[in-house]
Antibody, heavy 117, light 112 residues
Framework: QVQLVQSGTEVKKPGASVKIYCNSS????????MHWVRQAPGQGLEWMGI????????NYSQPFQGRVAMSRDTSTSTVYLELSGLRSEDTAVYYC??????????WGQGTPVTVSS | DIVLTQTPLSSPVILGQPASISCRSS???????????LSWLHQRPGQPPRLLIY???NRFSGVPDRFSGSGAETDFTLKINRVEPEDVGVYYC?????????FGQGTKVEIK
């Protein structure tokens, strides 16, 4: 069964950056748009942005513009999320999500990020 | 941004009984191509969400047929025909008609 595998737990200090990766266990992601969604503790889902299959076009949610960067390495079928200027409010679980026809059909297991001094 | 409002926010249900969740959008979710990109997701505690329904009423692969979706334009409903123990968790509606993608606040389904 296809799975999205994400990098592990991160603990960062305020002002630092974090870079999370996501790849597939057994299937190429190169044909798919990929999204990132985060979920703060006890809260709902927040969409962060999308990257196209070739990695040359991104669309970020306005609250994250200026401090988020999504990229992908098509040779390894890996997608990346980098978030800079971390603050305590960025403490959350970050999910990579594969997109089907405008629906989110496969989710990574999530990467917990804690921002604390 | 499109705002999705779910009701109720909490739904205690009896096993074997039906359950229903409403999702109302601040704008029509009808895309210019004629599709309506409203999905439903289910999240069990400690797990990532998983897709149940896409484009209003299409069950995703492996989703039991006790789940059904309906609606149009701005009003949508998820129904569970007979609630089973594994159906507990939080249900989210989500729209992909416009950027930014947005989610409802979530509806927590628990067994009464």
């Amino acid at each position: 069964q296809v799975q999205l595998v994400q990098s592990g737990t991160e603990v960062k200090k305020p002002g630092a950056s974090v870079k999370i990766y996501c790849n597939s266990s057994a299937h190429t992601l190169s044909d798919h748009y990929m999204h990132w969604v985060r979920q703060a503790p006890g809260q709902g889902l927040e969409w962060m942005g999308i990257i196209n299959p070739s990695g040359d076009n991104v669309n970020y949610s306005q609250p994250f513009q200026g401090r988020v960067a999504m990229s992908r390495d098509t040779s390894t079928s890996t997608v990346y999320l980098e978030l800079s200027g971390l603050r305590s409010e960025d403490t959350a679980v970050y999910y990579c999500v594969r997109a089907g026809d405008q629906y989110f059909d496969l989710w990574g297991q999530g990467t917990p990020v804690t921002v604390s001094s | 941004d499109i705002v999705l409002t779910q009701t109720p926010l909490s739904s205690p249900v009896i096993l074997g009984q039906p359950a229903s969740i409403s999702c109302r959008s601040s704008e029509s979710l009808l895309h210019g191509n004629g599709d309506t990109y409203l999905s439903w997701l289910h999240q069990r505690p400690g797990q990532p969400p998983r897709l149940l329904i896409y484009k209003i009423s299409n069950r995703f692969s492996g989703v039991p047929d006790r789940f059904s979706g309906s609606g149009a334009e701005t009003d949508f409903t998820l129904k569970i025909n007979r609630v089973e123990p594994e159906d507990v968790g939080v249900y989210y509606c989500m729209q992909a008609t416009q950027f930014p993608r947005t989610f409802g606040q979530g509806t927590k389904v628990e067994i009464k």
